[in-house]
């Protein structure tokens, strides 16, 4: 009995970790060898003593310097009993020593493996060795031939919670083991007796479902060796308690499953940019399996024009840096384009040394999309807001529209008078390579059953029925979504923009939203303009006519008066002659005044112009002061003309005419008898100057600047009752202005004013105008 | 005042829906020594033009059945009366008026009311650019 005492106290020298265990161990070798050597002495064998003393060094040394020993322990016990059996004298004690080194140096060597094999597991499964050898500990239990505990160590009472002395003689396999391997234990323990192999003893068996005896499950590695002793046998059992390597296990796999199974895009890549692993959720936002992107560089997401991302995070990584939510685009393996959001972290091996990025990429292409459509809309809503004309920008919308959807094609169409056709005014395609041209050209007609859808309208062309105009030319193109956004004023849908792409894609609400947002600026931005364009329209119409009505009598009163004088003339009396020229002074008087009405209209309404042609400014001038000058006569002004010959130029000799009669005539009115008007035209940098001075009543300074507002009559006119409208300087304000000229005032009240104009002086247009017309009609020039 | 030698054979077409204009260019032109066929409205001076290819016409723009225009447009779509020179009269003052005379292939035009020296000097520049 006390053998196996000694068995399991020289068994245990691994667990024995500190130097009193050990020199205890010690001592009880020391003292067994010490007694096994007087029992010999006493039998009086020297060649026995011999094997014994040599014995004794080999197993102390076995004790310090542990496994590597036991396997030579083992070969010097069978070469002793090898010794002793060819001298013939096998005795008792030999076979004693045999007994007791082959199990010692079985079972240490079995534990020597069993620490290089947790050793190796624990490097494979990147758990810290040092830590894991913490947590490992190794209980024994042995068991008879029924299976019931004789033995035990502190472990295993530890482990499975049995005090020694409860738990010998119980049944180990019933109380400490799930029933299958209760069961192996059992049916090889029955094979050993029966005399037969047991192949499942001597071996380590993994993950053996163990329990406490509070009911706690235990998973263990053990391994059972079998040893006869003496007439019977015993089964020594070594039980790891690997609960804590699996729980180590179990969370390494719950960390890799929550990783593999992420919807996050995690993976790394090493300083190479080579991709190092790649989990579900980068498989689903790249389109790449594992399989297909480990190994091989991360380039192959990175779209061609951003070549220098990958080194950027690199570089940053390599510094030992962190990037967060770096926004960047990818390209997924169908060619799509990601918007991701980055966060990369450096990995270090166990020296420290920095050997990957790991990242993390979210997709925030909803997120960037929303964006898009914001900005979208304000674009759109600012070039419609700048726009004189929104039909203008239609094309300029669709663009931005298509830019911020991202889709690749769009055409503008226009419904053309009748009510069933709509011909195709513009089309757009998105630039890039892949991107699918607009399978309709500008003048496109399409005739349709009715007419043209009045309401925005999301749909697949390849479907059946579809309401999209076109849908089987645009499903032909493979165009698999359209989005139909007409413009539609006052029930009547004047035309529309449509949107396609190639992807066959459900309603998108906020795109939708920011398309009808835009569509209903651009309607009634429309709307308006058609409303303003068309009362332009009438009033335009109605001063045509006006004018023509007025015009067309005050044609003939004139013409008539003239032709009264010019062949009637010799038989009126003195008297009678004047009274014709009163009629046809005050005709023209009425003529000019409908002019600069009509001028006035179109100032308001920024319709006035000019038609230049080539005229000599000189020329012009020297007319009006020719037919100012009976006027100035008349009122007793001194009116005097300084002209500078300025050569042909570019202008409107109507209308200049008129800027020289109204300054004239309004220098005239205000100068009081005995006064002075003087005209002057000269050349100055390149600009003709014209200047009307007079000592006339002048204009209060504070009231100059409202001079040349619309029917703005001086304070120092009204009060001396003169007549006037005050068209006058506003219409030469609009004059000149239409020439690119300026017009200036400079005047002292009671002292005089002075008019001053400045015109640039343009080369003639190079178009010639009729020869006729080179000469400024004197109609209007006449007072 | 006006016309060389040859006025007098030469017929000058002048077309105005208001009579008292109408008789006004009329007796100027005749004055001046030239020969005149009359129109009231645009269908008659186009009628006459094609029947006596007149060397010159003047037209009013606004008159009833077709406006002076479209007489023009419809002479310069004849081989006999495409080069046939033709003088605008308006009493419009909107520029694309005229600017619209000139496309539709008129040589010149003149508004209302209108010196009757001009005009004549008009029409025999245009008659000796022929």
């Given at each position: 009995m006390y053998y196996t005492v000694t068995v399991r106290e020289t068994f245990d020298p691994i667990a024995a970790k500190t130097r009193r265990q050990r020199a205890q161990i010690a001592v009880i070798i020391i003292v067994l060898f010490a007694a096994i050597l007087v029992l010999r002495l006493s039998l009086a064998d020297p060649q026995a003593s011999v094997g014994l003393l040599y014995g004794l060094p080999v197993s102390i040394a076995a004790l310090y310097f542990r496994t590597r020993i036991a396997v030579a322990s083992a070969v010097l016990a069978v070469g002793l009993v090898g010794v002793a059996a060819l001298d013939g004298k096998t005795e008792a004690w030999t076979l004693l020593l045999a007994a007791v080194f082959i199990p010692y140096a079985l079972m240490a060597n079995l534990v020597a493996d069993r620490m290089r094999r947790v050793a190796t597991t624990s490097h494979e499964a990147e758990v810290n060795l040092a830590e894991l050898i913490e947590t490992v500990r190794e209980s024994y239990v042995r068991v008879d031939v029924r299976g019931r505990i004789v033995d035990l160590n502190e472990d295993a009472e530890e482990l499975f919670g049995w005090a020694r002395d409860e738990a010998l003689g119980i049944h180990f396999a019933d109380a400490m083991l799930a029933a299958e391997p209760a069961d192996e234990l059992r049916r090889n323990i029955a094979l050993v007796l029966a005399g037969e192999p047991a192949p499942w003893f001597r071996q380590w068996h993994d993950e053996i479902e163990a329990r406490r005896r509070n009911g706690d499950p235990l998973t263990v590695e053990f391994l059972v060796a079998p040893l006869r002793e003496g007439s019977g046998w015993r089964f020594n059992i070594f039980i790891f308690d690997i609960s804590e390597r699996a729980r180590t296990w179990q969370e390494h796999a719950r960390m890799a499953a929550i990783v593999q199974f992420s919807a996050d895009a995690i993976f790394s890549y090493n300083l190479h940019g080579k991709v190092t692993s790649w989990n579900y959720g980068a498989e689903r936002l790249y389109g790449y399996t594992a399989e297909e992107m480990i190994g091989n560089s991360i380039s192959m997401i990175v779209p061609p024009d951003r070549p220098t991302d990958i080194e950027w995070i690199l570089s940053r990584i390599r510094n030992g840096n962190r990037i967060e939510d770096f926004e960047t685009m990818r390209t997924t393996k169908r060619g799509r384009l990601v918007d991701v959001a980055l966060t990369a972290s450096p990995v270090r091996d166990q020296n420290g040394d920095i050997v990957e990025a790991a990242l993390v990429a979210r997709d925030v292409s909803e997120r960037k999309r929303q964006d898009r459509y914001r900005q979208g809309q304000h674009s759109a809503t600012r070039v419609l807001a700048e726009a004189a004309d929104p039909a203008e920008v239609i094309g300029e919308l669709l663009a931005i529209l298509g830019d911020s959807v991202g889709w690749p094609c769009g055409a503008i169409w226009y419904r053309d008078g009748e009510d069933t056709r709509l011909r195709c005014v513009d089309i757009w395609t998105r630039p890039g390579v892949d991107s699918p041209s607009c399978?309709?050209?500008?003048?496109t007609a399409l005739d349709l059953d009715g007419p043209p859808p009045p309401e925005l309208i999301w749909d697949h062309p390849a479907d059946e029925g579809s309401p999209i105009p076109g849908a089987t030319v645009t499903a032909e193109a493979g165009l698999q979504t359209v989005l139909w956004v007409p413009v539609t004023i006052e029930g009547t849908t004047l035309g529309a923009v449509e949107l396609m792409t190639r992807r066959r894609l459900e309603r998108d609400e906020p795109m939708i939203m920011m398309t009808s947002a835009v569509s209903s600026l651009l309607t009634e931005l429309m709307r308006r303009r058609h409303a303003e364009s068309e009362a332009e329209r009438l009033k335009d119409e109605f001063f045509g006519m006006v004018s023509h009505e007025m015009r067309t009598p005050l044609t003939s009163i004139i013409g008539y008066a003239e032709l009264l004088a010019d062949f009637e003339g010799e038989n009126l009396s003195e008297q009678g002659r004047g009274f014709l020229g009163v009629i046809e002074r005050n005709a023209r008087r009425e003529m000019r005044l409908v002019g600069d009405l009509l001028a006035l209209v179109r100032i308001e309404a920024g319709t006035f112009s000019v038609e230049p042609e080539s005229i000599e400014l000189t020329e012009v001038a020297r007319q009006a002061a020719d037919a100012a000058a009976p006027r100035a006569e008349q009122q007793k002004v001194t009116l005097t003309a300084s002209l500078e010959p300025l050569g042909v130029n570019s202008g409107d000799p109507h209308r200049l005419g008129q800027v020289f009669d109204n300054l004239l005539s309004n220098a005239i009115k205000f100068t009081p008898d005995g006064g002075r008007v003087d005209l002057r035209v000269a050349r100055q940098d390149g600009a003709a100057i014209v200047e009307v001075s007079d000592s006339g009543i002048g204009i209060p300074e504070a009231e100059q600047k409202r001079l040349f507002d619309r029917l703005y009559r001086a304070s120092s006119a009204t009060d001396r009752h003169i007549p006037g409208l005050g068209l006058g300087l506003t219409i030469v304000r609009a004059i000149v202005e239409a020439h690119g000229g300026t017009v200036s005032v400079e005047s002292i009240e009671g002292e005089g004013t002075t008019f001053r104009v400045e015109l640039p002086l343009r080369p003639p247009p190079s178009k010639p105008t009729s020869e006729p017309g080179a000469q400024p009609s004197t109609v209007e020039a006449t007072l | 005042m006006a016309g060389d030698g040859d006025a007098g054979r030469e017929l000058i077409l002048v077309a105005d829906d208001d009579e008292d204009i109408l008789n006004l260019v009329c007796f100027r032109l005749e004055q001046a020594g030239w020969e005149v066929a009359r129109a009231a409205d645009g269908a008659e001076a186009a009628a006459i033009a094609n029947e006596r290819r007149p060397a010159l016409c003047v037209f009013d723009v606004q008159m009833p059945e077709m406006t002076g225009y479209q007489v023009v447009e419809k002479m310069r779509a004849d081989d006999g009366l495409k080069e046939t020179p033709v003088i605008l009269l308006t009493a419009s003052v909107q520029e694309r008026d005229m600017a619209k005379g000139f496309e539709v292939g008129a040589d010149d035009y003149m508004r209302k009311p209108f010196d009757p020296n001009e005009l004549l000097s008009r029409i025999e520049a245009l008659l000796r650019r022929r």
């Open positions: 399978p309709f050209e500008r003048g | -």
